[in-house]
């Protein structure tokens, strides 16, 4: 799965393998072989493409690097018999008249939409990412917010380097019904500044959080995970109708020296798209919850399925990413999307669209009710903004948002691929 930090990777490599993604979309509502008349089809060969990609947010700055994918194609077989990728990308961004690199990431990725020639799909996936100035103002919904918004002090900042592993299994139970399973092994080391907003939690907070933060020594997780997905969208990559529901369960066996955490994360999901005004206007919601239990590593307080949650460009837009930590999240947006006008450019057809949204959630600290850290009220977390959206074809879609939001320094800004949900 892409990180929410990963920005525009592909975005422009998106343009160029239409082709590969429409086949890929194919591929959804057929497991099995194409036959074909033309004794010149069959023949297996190879595709090669290498693009620049960019991309940009208010959180990591802006971005550049690079798409390689290598497939094995032969007619009759969507999308390919196999399919080798790599993206890399770095940041940019100006603090006190200094150039930092917030984030880097590349990876690898291998794909086998039939295994053994059977509707089994595999997922090989080794990532390296390093990301240096990673938000933490506290845990709980209640955390304060800095005393200086607009500050660019790295007190309240940390780092985190951690290559992966990621192996998943997926198959096809009945129509619109997948279930999922699979493994992975995460290595993180934590650069932490001594004088620090962690440092200081990590010394001087009370039981609970020196509890919830746990160890922060270099250390390794390992994990199962296993999920089903109801997907009865009219389409992957820009739905007007439908739904797109996942319930996922990961687990970390954890209890040994290289291996201390043991933890269970419950994720569900809700996807709804309604037409409004035929397929010009859609009303687009999700809704999210995801529940950690046991003693997880302090930094997936902060996040769902491998993106950032009551902030950045995927969870609550606005809020600055990793604003709030907890083992229980609540997340909810809402979208009014619009198609206004189609042209055609460079031999696609091209959708421009306005977006209108609003998003909201909450967390909580622990699974049980800590008032000193979470507060007593409602303590909604909100985000309002819109953006733009440039559809090309029936297989990418590039969007730029905008969002206000009260713990917004004045505003947040997203610059990726593909709609946010």
Do not use: C
């Not at 990180?3 to 590969?20: F, H, I, P, Q």
């Not at 693009?51 to 497939?71: C, E, K, M, Q, R």
């Not at 200086?148 to 299994?169: A, K, M, Q």
């Not at 948002?401 to 997203?414: F, K, L, Q």
């Amino acid at each position: 799965m892409w990180k929410a930090a990963a920005l525009l990777s592909g975005a422009l490599a998106g343009l160029a393998l239409e082709r590969a993604a429409q086949a890929s979309d194919a591929m959804n509502s057929s497991d099995t072989p194409k036959s074909s008349d033309n004794p010149d089809e069959g023949v297996a060969h190879n595709e090669f493409n290498i693009l620049p990609v960019a991309g940009g947010t208010t959180d990591i700055g802006i971005g550049g690097g690079y798409f390689a994918g290598l497939a094995h194609v032969q007619e009759g077989y969507d999308p390919y018999l196999w399919n080798i990728e790599s993206a890399g990308l770095i940041t940019v961004k100006e603090r006190d008249g200094k150039v930092i690199f917030p984030y880097q990431d590349d990876y690898i990725a291998l794909t086998i939409p039939r295994l053994f020639g059977a509707a089994l799909r595999l997922d090989v996936r080794p990532e390296y990412s390093w990301e240096t100035t990673l938000g933490y103002y506290g845990l709980g919904n209640a955390s304060p917010a800095p005393a200086n918004v607009g500050s660019s002090s790295t007190y309240y900042e940390y780092g985190r380097l951690h290559p992966e592993l990621v192996i998943d299994v997926r198959w096809r139970i009945r129509d619109h019904l997948e279930a999922l399973a699979g493994v992975g092994y995460q290595q993180t080391w934590l650069q932490i500044g001594s004088q620090s907003r962690l440092a200081s939690d990590l010394q001087t907070g009370s039981p609970e959080v020196k509890h919830l933060l746990g160890t922060v020594n270099a250390a390794g997780v390992t994990t199962a995970v296993g999920g089903l997905q109801w997907d009865g969208r009219d389409s992957e990559v820009s739905s007007h109708s439908g739904s797109y529901d996942t319930l996922g369960l990961k687990l970390s066996p954890g209890g040994l020296a290289l291996f201390p955490y043991r933890y269970a994360e419950a994720t569900a999901i809700a996807r709804v798209f309604i037409p409004i005004v035929g397929p010009r206007v859609v009303l687009a919601m999700r809704l999210v919850g995801d529940v950690l239990i046991g003693q997880p590593p302090f930094y997936e307080l902060s996040r769902f399925e491998d993106t950032y949650a009551l902030g950045g460009q995927n969870g609550v837009r606005g809020v600055p990413a990793q604003r709030y930590y907890g083992k229980v999240k609540v997340i909810g947006n809402v979208e009014v999307r619009t198609e206004i006008v189609s042209f055609h450019l460079l031999g696609k057809r091209m959708l421009f669209g306005v977006v209108g949204f609003a998003d909201g959630g909450r967390v909580w600290a622990d699974t049980s009710l800590q008032p000193a850290l979470d507060g007593t009220g409602i303590g909604l977390k909100y985000g309002v903004g819109g953006g733009l959206r440039l559809q090309s074809g029936s297989s990418f879609v590039l969007r730029a948002d905008v969002a206000w939001s009260p713990d917004a320094s004045p505003i947040g800004g997203y610059f990726s691929a593909g709609q946010m949900f």
